[in-house]
């Protein structure tokens, strides 16, 4: 396993802002706000010292990360391989999910904290049937089988399970309109409160 000191590279596939999100129905600027806000919280933690977003959407550009552009979008267990394949395997890495509007950069680095002790790892989400995260030690072949059923997925390639609690910003993720509302009782990222507060129609406030 790797040392506590050892630097994460972060792999967060984005899908084009046009398909993101269609079942918000809230719109491309919603969708690519929850991306940033996601991009912005793993950059900014502490254990973290580099993140590759893979996307085919050429206008998506966060800033503190690298983008690794698709010619067309390939799936989210391609766009991590793609990732990984740049970020190379000599270095912890980790798949996350783009769509964590609420993410604690220092909730992340406990899950990371955490999954360092493994050598294979990840994290369901709120439902406990999906996954927002997969790790994997230095050495280690990342491994990832998201989509519907990938908690189970992950648990027979191997992948052991994080506890972290229910609440917990790293599992919750925003697909549906009422994931979001959930999230934003929580207390949403900047990009994700402007958009949805424009959305709307009113000024966003903010959600403490």
Excluded at 107 to 136: I, K
Excluded at 144 to 153: L, M, P, Q, R
Excluded at 178 to 202: H, K, P
Aim: include cysteine; charge should be negative.
């Amino acid at each position: 396993m790797q040392s506590a000191e050892s630097p994460w590279t972060v792999i967060i596939p984005v899908k084009p802002a046009a398909i993101g999100k269609s079942r918000l129905g809230l719109g491309a600027e919603l969708a690519r706000a929850i991306a940033l806000d996601t991009v912005a919280a793993a950059a900014a933690c502490d254990t973290v010292g580099r993140v590759i977003v893979v996307t085919a959407d050429a206008a998506f550009l966060p800033p503190g990360a690298e983008v690794l552009l698709e010619r067309t979008p390939s799936g989210i267990d391609a766009a991590v391989a793609a990732g990984a394949a740049l970020a190379g395997i000599e270095t912890p890495r980790a798949a996350l999910l783009g769509d964590l509007p609420s993410l604690v950069p220092e909730e992340l680095a406990g899950a990371l904290a955490a999954a360092a002790r493994l050598a294979r790892a990840f994290v369901p989400d709120q439902e406990s049937t999906g996954t927002t995260l997969v790790t994997a030690s230095p050495g280690v072949e990342l491994l990832t089988a998201f989509g519907e059923g990938s908690a189970a997925k992950h648990r027979s390639l191997g992948l052991v399970e994080l506890a972290l609690p229910a609440g917990s910003s790293v599992r919750s993720d925003v697909d549906t309109p009422a994931q979001l509302a959930i999230a934003a009782r929580a207390s949403l990222g900047d990009a994700t409160r402007a958009a949805l507060g424009r959305s709307l129609g009113r000024s966003p406030g903010r959600s403490e």
